[in-house]
């Protein structure tokens, strides 16, 4: 079935002039680097593969990606012949572009999110893989593309980063198969790893320490929740982009069962909740708001003060328990 779906792919991306591109919202490694590794392809074919994303990319990937690369205007649908959404569980995660996917004409969605029902003409989603990177990785060896070094990074830096560096259950076989090509083309894991995983700012690590500080257990240690502030960020230097990883911490406490991490966001209002689990379903949690995920990654946005999402989800959460 995905070999069908591949071909069409193909046909769609050879029949056309010029492709857009798109990544999620708040983009993550996964979005930036498939969708990077996608365009590197398409160009490599005589294509022209232009990038979009409503929010900026994180200045921590620049190292990575050419950063000025990602739009983020509206795209002019007259000039490309087809839209391809990368990592976008639903076309809401396209942000701005989401009306291009409700009309469903040249579209097409490659995707890993349990919670994907398919919302473009072509609809390549695999809850199997650990990453949107490794369904590229797939594509391109289906189309007999081999993957440059540069390809083979990209591959590399999406799978790790969605794995959580080789540490959460999506990381199986298949995801270090696919990085253990990346590896044989030569790229260098050791930097990679450290640009991706653990350089950080002071200002960073301050942020960290006072992000721990509002953690919160519940239910017996069960579930445990952590709340960062747009004060928090003003105080310590950061941006929103610095506040990726903070729920691991929350995550890895003995005994939580679930975690949840909610932030304010630049829109007044407005909070973005991140959830993780070591047992739980938390995507159930996340549709119910809108949002989507994977069994043990999700989120949603919510529309209330700061500390009423803290309870409000630590309550839904305990209801799976
Ligand atoms: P995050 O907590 O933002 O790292 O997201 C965890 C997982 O849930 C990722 O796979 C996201 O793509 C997905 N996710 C986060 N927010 C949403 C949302 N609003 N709608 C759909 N999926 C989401
Ligand atoms: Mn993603
Ligand atoms: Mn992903």
């Known amino acids: 079935m995905k070999t069908e779906l591949f071909s069409q792919l193909y046909s769609l991306i050879k029949s056309s002039k010029s492709v857009a591109i798109i990544s999620h919202v708040s983009p ?8 990077y590794a996608l365009k590197l392809f398409i160009d490599s074919l005589g294509v022209r593969a232009d990038l979009f994303c ?31 959404a990368v990592d976008c569980a639903d076309a809401l995660r396209t942000g701005k572009y989401s009306v291009i996917f409700n009309k469903k004409n040249r579209t ?12 473009a003409d072509i609809n390549i989603i695999d809850e199997t893989a650990a990453a949107t990177g490794v369904i590229v990785f797939d594509f391109f060896q ?70 721990i500080l509002t953690i919160k257990l519940h239910y017996d240690g069960k579930i445990s929740s952590m709340t960062v ?4 960020l003003e105080k310590t230097g950061c941006t929103y982009d610095d506040t990726d990883e903070l729920i691991n911490y929350c995550r890895d406490i003995y005994g939580v069962k679930a975690a949840v991490l909610v932030r304010e966001t630049a ?16 995507a159930a949690v996340a549709l119910s708001h809108g949002g989507g995920g ?3 990654a999700a989120g949603c946005n ?8 803290e309870e409000l989800i630590v309550k839904e959460l305990s209801e799976l328990l």
């Open 54 to 84: 409503e929010d900026k990319c994180p200045y921590s990937y620049f190292f990575l990606i050419d950063s000025t690369a990602y739009s983020t205007d509206d795209i002019d649908e007259n000039k490309y012949d087809a839209f391809i």
């Open 142 to 211: 289906s189309v007999n593309h081999k993957m440059s070094r540069e390809q083979a990074e990209l591959i590399y830096a999406a799978i790790s980063t969605d794995t959580g560096n080789f540490t959460y259950s999506n990381a199986d076989r298949r995801a270090y198969n696919v990085a253990g090509i990346c590896v044989e083309s030569g790229i260098d894991v050791a930097g990679l790893t450290k640009c991706l995983f653990k350089d950080k700012s002071i200002n960073k690590l301050n942020l960290i320490a006072s992000a």
């Open 267 to 282: 829109e007044v209002g407005v909070l973005k909740v991140s959830m993780r689990s070591n047992d739980v379903d938390v």
């Open 108 to 119: 097409a969605v490659i995707d890993h999110h349990k919670t994907n029902v398919g919302y």
């Open 28 to 35: 993550d490694g996964d979005t930036l680097a498939s969708s």
């Open 302 to 309: 919510l529309k209330m003060p700061l500390l009423q999402g």
């Open 294 to 296: 994977h069994t043990n």
């Open 229 to 232: 502030s747009n004060d928090m």
